[in-house]
């Protein structure tokens, strides 16, 4: 095995805009990882050579992919380690396609499923993961936690005290 080690592979250069925001969470959390472009169908022979020894440098392995995204279900197929699969969002079938060809996986080879273009919770999934068994990880994630409930009460209490037309003006006017 190796130390924490988390792998983020993509089908595509075009999933990078979702796929590095779970190369942003690895960051915080001070996990190392390596990011690759691979594909199940255009590079299927390397596909496979990286799943048959992922084990060997990684501990995780976060894959993307969109349409009919097979990648992370290929990777599992060859891997005892974890692999978390993101639906990455397509414009024809806005990502249902990502998700159902990622998450139904046939029973014995599970691949872990986030949401569509969810690759932030692929980071902090994997991080939970490792933490399981490193207490800085698990340090990092509880202050990663503690600062969002604080940012939402701090929201909930401008909201209430401000009401929420002016809330709505004055916080929301970009979104
Ligand atoms: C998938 O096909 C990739 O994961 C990507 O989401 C999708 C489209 O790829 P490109 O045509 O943008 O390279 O394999």
């Not at 995780?60 to 692999?83: R, Y």
């Amino acid at each position: 095995m190796c130390q924490n080690k988390v792998a983020i592979v993509m089908g595509s250069d075009s999933d990078l805009p979702t796929m590095k925001e779970a190369a942003e969470v690895l960051e915080k959390m001070g996990i190392p990882y390596e990011m690759s472009i691979l594909s199940a169908h255009r590079t299927p022979e390397r596909a496979h050579a990286f799943a048959k020894t992922a084990k060997e440098k990684f501990s995780i392995v976060i894959a993307g992919a969109g349409g009919a995204a097979h990648l992370a279900g290929v990777i599992a197929a060859s891997t005892p380690i974890p692999v978390i699969g993101v639906p990455i969002k397509t414009s024809t079938l806005n990502g249902v396609d990502s998700l159902y060809s990622i998450v139904q996986m046939p029973p014995g080879i599970p691949v872990a499923t986030v949401g569509i273009g969810s690759a932030k919770n692929a980071g902090i999934l994997a991080a939970q993961i490792l933490a399981l068994q490193d207490v800085a990880i698990a340090q990092k994630l509880n202050a990663f936690r503690e600062k969002q409930t604080n940012e939402v009460i701090e929201k909930n209490n401008q909201l209430e005290g401000m009401g929420w037309q002016k809330y709505a003006e004055t916080k929301l006017s970009g979104k």
